[in-house]
């Protein structure tokens, strides 16, 4: 049904801007998107990335089903590590959360995101290669 009203297509052309981040009622992010945004700053992504990758090769293996990228998994345990979140609530905030989905690197719309039981496997795997060195100590 096609409104003839002047307001309405005015605001339908607002909704359909691409990119556009709109907060309503109040015109301010929330704040865990405000959190998620400083956590991006703060810490050096690639350095992380780089401990990491000697022990995470289910990304870029040639053989089976492709994993999640080692970004979207490191997003997502510092995630869990700052909200004191366990696997299944990780798994279900990503679900709910729109900013933690942004933050994390996947399309709220697309399919799942990792499952609890992805992310325990790359938990227990930090815990277990990295531990030693204090750095991913999540205890």
Request: charged share 25%.
């Amino acid at each position: 049904m096609i409104s003839s009203c002047k307001g309405d297509l005015a605001q339908q052309q607002a909704l359909d801007i691409p990119g556009a981040t709109r907060y309503w009622p109040r015109d301010r992010p929330p704040r865990r998107d405000q959190v998620l945004g400083l956590l991006a700053q703060a810490v050096d992504w690639t350095a992380a990335e780089a401990m990491v990758r000697p022990f995470y090769e289910s990304d870029i293996r040639r053989r089976g089903r492709k994993g999640h990228s080692l970004r979207l998994m490191l997003r997502i345990l510092a995630c869990q590590w700052l909200w004191n979140a366990s696997d299944r609530n990780v798994e279900n905030s990503l679900l709910d959360s729109k900013a933690m989905a942004r933050f994390v690197g996947i399309d709220p719309w697309a399919p799942r995101p990792p499952s609890a039981t992805a992310v325990r496997a790359f938990r227990n795997l930090t815990e277990r290669e990295i531990s030693d060195d204090g750095v991913f100590n999540l205890q």
